[in-house]
């Protein structure tokens, strides 16, 4: 029988342990190179994006007036909301909410289902749909200002195409002054915020619509289901997480109607089309009212936060499994 081995001190000891190798300057580089791209983009969007908006948070807390020497950037504890407070007891603060909240509900629902027609349409479409889709996005090419004259212009009372047409239709027989007269003024302002959003819905929808699953669609026509009942049962809801997306991204861009309603209207008649972000606007540019414009403008970023979380909240409901 073999003697055992005898375990010594130096077959035991463990190994020193190999340093580890240093890090090349070529590795630490390509560690901080995509930083490096990325600062700008950081550095802008801090200055531009997170700088106002925490300014504006606090400016809405002081009774900042550019046009008053007494008023100061220091806010006191006890008079920190007064700004929110004088919100509360304006009668044209009121109005402008009441006309925000049919404003929205008006264009972007209308905006979607004239979007969900045409996406339709277009995906049972098989030649020249590429061509469709290019001459779709020309609306998306223009700036918001640009849209507000080109609908400013239409609806002109002396000289806009509207009253031209309608008149040599003999549909009128005298100039309507429709950016003036209180019903068309707003009407007219969510005609040219619908004009702007649908091509960039249908655009969303059509993508969302040419995804959808055909073995769907194929077992359907199989057990002989009509063209109504397969949109209902199936397009919607496997095209919801589509369309909650869309109407984000609409109520979001929504905020590009301030320089239609500028343009068009300037809010008027009689505050009939002013909005939370044009009467806010007003009274910074006109009447240098910092304070209250900012406490106005957070009001108004709550508001599209809690809707915009209210969308995220149904579009993670919404999944649909076949």
Known sequence: MAPSESSS??????????????????????????????????????????????Y???????????????????????????????LLGDKVFWRSVLNTVIFLAVTVNLSYFIALGLSQLMARVSRGQGLMRTLLMVPMMFAAVLVGFQFAWFFNATVGLVNNVLLSLHILQEPKAWLVDIPTGMISIMMATIWMNVPMLTIILLAGT???????????????????????????????????IALTVLSLDIARAYDIVRIMTGGGPANRT?????????????????????????????????????????????????
């Open 274 to 322: 002013e909005m939370i972000w044009t009467y806010a606007g007003r009274l910074a540019e006109r009447d240098s009212q910092y304070g209250l414009a900012s406490a106005m403008s957070m009001v108004g970023v709550i508001l599209g936060v809690l809707f915009t979380l209210y969308l995220f909240r149904q579009l993670v409901k919404s999944r649909v499994v076949y």
């Open 56 to 86: 504006s948070v606090y400016i809405s807390f002081t009774p900042y007036n550019l046009l008053r020497p007494d008023t100061t950037l220091v806010f006191t504890v006890d008079k920190m909301f007064h700004n929110y407070e004088r």
């Open 9 to 54: 001190p130096a077959a035991t000891a463990s190994p020193k342990r190999a340093s580890r190798p240093k890090r090349s300057g070529h590795y630490r580089w390509k560690s901080v190179f995509p930083l490096l791209l990325i600062a700008p983009a950081v550095i802008i969007i801090l200055l531009v994006v997170a700088y106002p908006m925490v």
């Open 210 to 244: 040419l995804s959808l699953p055909r073995e769907v669609f194929e077992a359907a026509d199989v057990d002989g289901a009509p063209a109504w009942q397969k949109f209902r049962h199936i397009t919607m809801p496997l095209l919801q997480p589509f369309s909650l």
